[in-house]
């Protein structure tokens, strides 16, 4: 058997081996995700914010920017999945925390309890649109 065919069959066959590994590798993955997927569904609660959010996100149009306003402190380990899973609801609108540099004309309240959502919107510089329940408050900028 002449060299260049010597050549050719080996290229061949790396290349058959390096795609099956690369089969294998994709198929590895998608039942490793589908194995966490099913043990830990909806881990930071995107798709409970999407029920929660869906009233809201009816109200507003999609290219608006929202501020954000909560009973959560910044320090606390769940103001971050909070903040993402409201993200995650209202997109593609923008959401960012309300700030002496970030003031649109409407801003979203999410909040874990119950409280006097007119004085906290008040608070930041806005006023109680509407309450939609479960701790989401559409607010105007006063």
């Known amino acids: ?42 881990a930071y609660g995107g798709d409970r914010a999407q029920v929660r959010f869906a009233p809201l ?13 909560t009973d959560l402190d910044p320090s606390q380990p769940a103001y971050a999945p909070a903040f993402l899973a409201a993200q995650y609801a209202v997109a593609p609108r923008v959401l960012a925390p309300v700030n002496a540099q970030t003031r649109p004309e409407f801003a979203v309240g999410n909040f874990s309890r119950p409280s006097d959502f007119a004085a906290t919107g ?7 649109v509407e309450d939609f329940g479960n701790g989401v408050i559409l607010f105007h900028r006063l």
Not at 57 to 69: D, F, Q, V
Not at 122 to 128: C, D, F, K, M, P
Request: no cysteine.
């Open 1 to 42: 058997m002449p060299s260049s065919d010597r050549n050719t069959t080996l290229i061949t066959a790396v290349t058959l081996a390096v795609a099956a590994l690369g089969a294998w590798g994709a198929l590895n993955s998608y039942l490793v995700s589908a194995a966490y997927s099913q043990q830990y569904p909806d």
């Open 122 to 128: 008040e608070a930041h510089g806005y006023s109680l």
């Open 57 to 69: 996100t009816a109200r507003i149009p999609p290219s608006a920017e929202l501020g954000y306003i």
